[in-house]
């Protein structure tokens, strides 16, 4: 069969950066979403904004030559970053484990270092758009991104469109309250999301019931230090039939369902993409979960709304900071 050889706009190359507190992951992508390669690296966070981010720099040609390629190949850079952050302006207001970051110009900075269009955005945001993007919403126009770890990372997308806000706040579904009178939250607030259905959330219900005196297989588990007890000793201690660990399960279940339900009854997805490591549990987290989210929310909405692990794994953020400066240059000023 003869192959069609006119051409539109031939693949360009794109960077994405995710920065974490400990460690960067980078990607090399092309336009259309294939990727080449990728590099992670520690963040060495200590050190501070300017070491952080001429390491970045260094690593972003590093990985550009790595594939037989030079900085002027490169199309646009997105990072992904914690916040909270100008992500019109690329200005870095503050990150809780990036020590020294207070009004840093990111996107100025990098620009600098590399020559190259550089745009910034949420790091949750990012990898809820890189589950959208490539992942497990691929195509998809209405996505919220749930990203289940030491707190609760949310990203939505409505109409293809990262959804940013006001003034590019939105999204901090691990502050949306699941009680009023609740646990208090890192944030001031009270109950949120994050207190009840993060992996450490999972953990800390764990240990409080044993601190209580509950008799429980984790205990021997972890051989005593409860500081070792992780979401993921709590599901495999219910798969052998631990009581305390199936209440605990339970209760996380119920809350996830509840946080997961009003992003559903407010937004009318079509994807709910959760992330983590806790989604390894498979179905002993995804059967329950619809089945409790399917009790509170409305039959066409509900049916609507896949409930799907997330496929990217720790690429998310920044095959979705790439993504959002190809899809989204305008925003950027790009
Ligand atoms: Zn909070």
């Not at 949310?154 to 009680?179: F, M, P």
């Not at 709590?234 to 946080?259: H, N, R, S």
């Not at 498979?282 to 409790?292: I, T």
Request: charged share 20%; hydrophobic share 40%; proline share 3%.
């Amino acid at each position: 069969m003869k192959r069609k050889t006119t051409k539109k706009t031939p693949d360009r190359y794109v960077i994405g950066l995710d920065l974490g507190g400990t460690n960067v992951m980078a990607v090399l992508v092309t336009t259309s979403g294939k990727v080449i390669d990728n590099l992670h690296f520690p963040t060495e966070a200590p050190k501070g904004p300017d070491y952080v981010i001429e390491n970045m720099a260094q690593n972003t040609i590093k990985l550009v030559e790595k594939n037989g390629l030079k900085m002027k190949n490169i199309w646009r850079i997105g990072i992904g970053s914690p916040g909270p952050l100008d992500s019109k302006k690329g200005i870095i207001m503050g990150a809780v484990n990036l020590p020294g970051w207070k009004f840093v110009r990111l996107k100025e900075m990098m620009e600098k270092q590399l020559g190259t269009a550089v745009g910034v955005d949420n790091d949750a945001n990012c990898a809820a758009y890189g589950e959208a993007w490539l992942g497990a919403a691929r195509g998809k126009a209405n996505v919220v991104g749930i990203t289940l770890g030491t707190g609760v990372g949310g990203g939505i997308i409505i109409d293809h469109k990262l959804v940013r806000g006001a003034n590019y706040n939105a999204a901090e579904i691990g502050h949306t309250s699941l009680n009023p009178d609740g646990r208090v939250c890192k944030c001031g607030a009270k109950g949120c999301f994050e207190q009840y259905a993060s992996a450490s959330a999972i953990a800390e219900s764990a240990r409080e019931r044993i601190r209580k005196g509950t008799r429980s297989m984790m205990t021997e588990m972890v051989k005593g230090d409860l500081g070792k007890l992780t979401s993921k000793v709590v599901a495999e201690a219910m798969e052998q039939g631990d009581k305390a660990a199936k209440e605990t399960w339970d209760e996380f279940i119920k809350y996830l369902a509840a946080g997961v339900a009003n992003q559903i009854n407010g937004l009318n997805p079509d994807v709910v993409v959760i992330a983590g490591g806790v989604i390894n549990a498979g179905d002993l987290l995804f059967v329950p979960l619809k089945e409790a989210v399917r009790k509170q929310t409305f039959a066409l909405t509900f049916a609507a709304a896949k409930i799907v692990p997330a496929k990217l794994g720790e690429l998310a953020g920044a095959l979705g900071a790439a993504g959002v400066v190809i899809n989204e240059g305008d925003f950027y000023g790009m």
